[in-house]
């Protein structure tokens, strides 16, 4: 693998908007995505036998065990398509996946380039997260205040039926931003010490804004002005 290469961690809390920079993101720069959160539910719906063992996490809104995740990126990045580039999304999400994505990395050759924060309050989560949903066909996001299908419950782009994760309820959401803010937010220090962090603000804008923002870091001669 070559050093020049997009090798991003997106980090934020559940609703920040990370799955959807990421679409973004992975179109303009032709990196592959790498979401464990898209990967498990879907190892979770095809009934594997990762899917198995990581469910209960799941529907607890608890973080599976390390060993698992990691396994499930090493098996996606060191794949052929992943060469020209990737963008990891919901993972790392405590200090030993971030450390051990570093050993990771360097036993098949590169390094992180970026690590984008999509910083939105929590506040801000909660909303956003009680109106997300989803289309069950082709899993494009929708939200029902700020972004609401034309067709109640139907998706824009296939006709699939719209749904809310199961994760998103409000028990589980709770424990799931409990976890961001005591697994996950150590992950900026960390970041922030290995001068790989930027900052986005990701609140009190449209998801279009916030992609500015995110591509001009990218863009080597925006980002180095
Ligand atoms: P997400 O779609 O990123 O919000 O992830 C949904 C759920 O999948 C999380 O609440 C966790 O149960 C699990 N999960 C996703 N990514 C990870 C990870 N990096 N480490 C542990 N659990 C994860």
Known sequence: MGEAELHIVLLGGPGS???????????RFGLVHISTGEILRAAVAAGTAVGREAQHFMDAGELVPDELVIRLVRERVVQPDAQRGFLLDGFPRTLSQA???????????????????????EEELIVRLAGRRLCRMCARGYHLRFNPPVLQGVCDRCGGELYQRDDDNEATVSNRLAVYREQTEPLIDYYERSGLLRRVAGADRGPD?????????????????
């Open 17 to 27: 908007g990370k799955g959807t920079q990421a679409v973004h993101l992975v179109k």
């Open 99 to 121: 450390e051990r994505l570093d050993v990771m990395l360097l036993d098949v050759g590169c390094t992180l380039s970026h690590a984008i924060l999509l910083d939105v309050p």
């Open 209 to 225: 804004e916030v992609f500015l923002c995110v591509e001009q870091i990218l863009t080597p001669a925006a980002g180095a002005a």
